[in-house]
């Protein structure tokens, strides 16, 4: 019963306000999903990302393993998709992407940090940090055929990554006054992220709603075996083990959508998986976190 309280406690925070974003726009309230996430992904993120690198006690050999396991885990889950993709003929450009990404950011961010503390938020922004580079470039150029790596280095996600690097490394601190004010920015992010989500999957129409439910499971399943596997080969201690699983089995993210629709893929379809893969995740990743605390 303790190891169910715990999973409730730390699940219950993040999907009580990706509620309240869902609420608030069944009930006709404005949101403008494209300000917000602007403003958390050019502000609010990347000072959440640089800090909590800094601030980090890790080992900075723990979280090199950390990158290596992050880029074995995603290169594995890029192979067995790309396999499931061409197996059952579905449409690379729509489908390779979503099975893919996780929702790193609004969902795996928080459930680090509510799960292992500021300890499994460190892990949780460098696994982060790859996945949105991996999205910026693999992922854009799947869907468009466009996508070009120099595109990524004017993110002021990468950015900050490379610079919050660059202190933990060095032991670099920046002055209170400056930490202070970056630590009120970070802090607006997860919970602009998670009442965000809840706002997109309200404005989401499913499509194919079978299709997306055997997609969202095999996506969980996938996940959770590459990135456990990826953790046992380099033999990673508990808590970065457990972050690296988390996070790749987070649902398919709202990006996808986006993405999907201005490179004008198959949207509707992109947007029936995220809604489904999210609904599955309130079962998925409960039961992920109990066998993982």
Do not use: H
């Amino acid at each position: 019963m303790s190891i169910i309280l715990t999973v409730l406690q730390i699940v219950a925070p993040v999907f009580i306000l990706a509620g309240i974003g869902f609420v608030w726009v069944k009930l006709g309230e404005e949101y403008r999903v494209k300000f917000v996430t602007r403003l958390s992904m050019t502000m609010g993120i990347p000072a959440l990302v640089f800090t909590s690198l800094m601030k980090t006690r890790i080992d900075p050999a723990a979280l090199t393993d950390m990158i290596y396991a992050s880029l074995l885990a995603y290169g594995g889950m890029t192979v067995v998709v790309f396999a499931v993709v061409k197996l059952f003929r579905l449409d690379m450009r729509t489908y390779l992407a979503p099975l893919l990404f996780g929702n790193t950011g609004n969902l795996g961010l928080p459930l680090a940090l509510f799960a292992f503390g500021e300890v499994g938020l460190s892990y949780a922004v460098v696994i982060f940090a790859i996945m949105a580079i991996y999205s910026f470039t693999f992922g854009v150029w799947m869907v468009s055929g466009g996508g070009s790596p120099l595109k990524v280095l004017k993110e002021p996600l990468v950015g900050a990554t490379l610079l919050g690097a660059l202190f933990l490394y060095n032991g670099w601190q920046t002055p209170d006054w400056i930490t202070n004010t970056l630590d009120l920015i970070g802090q607006m992010a997860i919970p602009l992220m998670l009442i965000t989500l809840g706002v997109a999957v309200a404005r989401l129409k499913p499509v194919g709603f079978g299709r997306a439910l055997l997609l969202s499971i095999f996506k969980v399943i996938a996940a959770v075996a590459v990135s456990a596997g990826a953790a046992y080969w380099l033999d990673l201690s508990p808590v970065p083990f457990a972050v690296l699983v988390l996070q790749v089995s987070t649902p398919v993210a709202v990006t996808s959508y986006l993405l999907a629709e201005k490179y004008e893929a198959d949207a509707e379809s992109v947007a029936g998986l995220v809604v489904v893969s999210t609904v599955v995740s309130l079962v998925s990743l409960p039961v992920i976190l109990a066998f993982l605390l």
